[in-house]
């Protein structure tokens, strides 16, 4: 595509320079504009997925695709409506469901883009990468760090669906991915209760192994993340009668890796929330983007004052700057995930509480 070229008209000494300009692949800065903005400005548009449409299309999906056809993984790609049809939630996150059927497996690959796996219901599967044997049950956080091999296994008789979270439209953007398939699948290999990443790291709060063997530097050593410590830590907040959480109605933690606190990886940051009935977290707004998997209860999330109702399994995307409260009408569990390391590194990350208020525009259900 050519430059674009300026023009003057009236003056030809200037409409030459333009000319000039465009044949060398300049722009004039003094004819530009947007280019600086009072608050960022987004493509990407606040948007809810229905956790039962969801469920529904993956199991017609299980019924009529195999695992195989046209790649790996049988994945349905979230796509936000104001991203032009690209199969990507948020200008840096990619978000999908993944259905793995009774029986199947997922072969192995691996690739630069980071992954994580939220199980939104379902056990029995099992989740394998560099080796190590992670089981998946239902609130369960799974990593699948940037070039780690993974693969999926179902060896029981009901189906898995997950929440899948990768940075892929960051490193795209980056231009840095790379993919490459493995190779035999490790049908055999022995799923213990707990993985070697759990056995070594996930003792205890400051229990780390004193053997030597450095930890990996670039993400969490802890691959696995079992919902009964994420829902028991939850559950201590809350009943902290001194702290915010018991005051507020709302719990909020930080996955972290275990060996120096750090987020889980470095593209991408993990939390679960819990609110009450009656919480009082304002609604607050925030730089880079963010999406949510509501893993239990209903009430309604507000995305800059819109009210989206939310049930189990709903997914919704959250643009940069865009106001966020949510209102439980019974407890509800939010996992969220998040930008934020880059921004922080970067030091572009801020945030502020804001007025919310419930407009009276019905939430959108597609905007192409």
Known sequence: MATRRFHSPGDADLAGLYRDLAAKDLQPLWELSGLLTPTPRTKAVPYRWSGKELRELGQRAGDLVPVGRGG???????????????PYATATLWGAVQYLGPGETAPAHRHTPAALRFVLDGAGVWTLVNGDPLSMEAGDLILTPSW?????????????TWFDALDLPLVEALES?????????????????????????GGGPGLLPNDGAPAPAAHSPLLRYPWHATDRALDLQLADAQGNAARTGHACLRFA???NGRDVMPTMRCQMHRYLPGHTAPAMRRTGSSLAAVFRGSGAVLLN????????????????????????????????????????????????????????????TRRY
Do not use: C, K, Q
């Open 148 to 160: 780690t091999w993974h693969e999926h296994h179902n060896p029981g008789s009901t189906p898995m």
């Open 257 to 259: 890796d275990p060996t």
């Open 177 to 201: 991915v790379f993919f490459e398939p493995g190779h035999e699948s490790a049908a055999a290999t022995e799923v213990r209760t707990r993985s070697l990443s759990e056995r070594r790291y």
């Open 72 to 86: 790996d993984r049988r994945v349905l790609s979230l796509s936000n409506p104001g991203l032009n049809g690209s």
């Open 305 to 364: 004052g819109v009210r989206y109702d939310v049930a189990p399994g709903d997914l919704v995307a959250v643009p940069s700057w865009t106001s966020v409260a949510v209102i439980a009408e019974e407890s509800v569990d939010l996992f969220t995930v998040s930008d934020a390391p880059v921004l922080e590194a970067l030091a572009l990350y801020r945030e502020e509480a804001v007025p919310d208020r419930v407009t009276s525009e019905p939430a959108p």
